[in-house]
T-cell receptor, first 107, second 116 residues
């Protein structure tokens, strides 16, 4: 089946720093989304981005579908950005998640 | 905002009890999913449904069962809970679409289950 790999697995940054999270996938997909899971376990939609680039405030994402990867950029990190970031791809109506990147923003 | 709801949010029950976790969505989505997740770890698909009367097992073997009698409702049942079932259970939904088009996935807030 399709493999979804996220890197790095863990990231610790000082408040104000920028970060780039990566998601590689092994097959063509119809849909790719980025989620942020907060400390209470809730998954928040960040971007639906099967291709191209989108921006929302300090966050932006780029997916290069032909090369099978997506990047999530976080600029000027805040402590509230801490949590786990997941990418998920859809193939044949199944949603497959990566293992996540655990981001810790230090005050 | 997504209109997908899970109840209960938190539940502590004794071993051997039967429990049902409820999931409802008001968006008319055909596709619904249940995931199991230990805190901070990866999500494992345990059940999914493409529509009414359609249910399939996911990639992770689970002792739970599901039903899809109505489009908006996708409950998950454990007939006899065990401590190994302690986890967070996340419900998700997405609209139907062709395989050449993508659709946004929406998650409920999750149900935290502790079996003692």
């Amino acid at each position: 089946g399709i493999q979804v790999e996220q890197s790095p697995p863990d990231l610790i940054l000082q408040e104000g720093a920028n970060s780039t999270l990566r998601c590689n996938f092994s097959d063509s997909v119809n849909n790719l989304q980025w989620f942020h899971q907060n400390p209470w376990g809730q998954l928040i939609n960040l971007f639906y981005i099967p291709s191209g680039t989108k921006q929302n405030g300090r966050l932006s994402a780029t997916t290069v579908a032909t090369e099978r990867y997506s990047l999530l950029y976080i600029s000027s990190s805040q402590t509230t950005d801490s949590g786990v970031y997941f990418c998920a791809v859809v193939l044949d109506d199944k949603i497959i998640f990566g293992k996540g990147t655990r981001l810790h923003i230090l005050p | 905002e997504a209109d997908i709801y899970q109840t209960p949010r938190y539940l502590v029950i004794g071993t051997g009890k039967k429990i049902t976790l409820e999931c409802s969505q008001t968006m008319g989505h055909d596709k619904m999913y249940w995931y199991q997740q230990d805190p901070g770890m990866e999500l494992h698909l345990i059940h999914y449904s493409y529509g009414v009367n359609s249910t399939e097992k996911g990639d992770l073997s689970s002792e739970s069962t599901v039903s899809r009698i109505r489009t908006e409702h996708f409950p998950l049942t454990l007939e006899s809970a065990r401590p190994s079932h302690t986890s967070q259970y996340l419900c998700a939904s997405a609209p139907a679409g062709s395989r050449t088009s993508g659709n946004t996935i929406y998650f409920g807030e999750g149900s935290w289950l502790t079996v003692v």
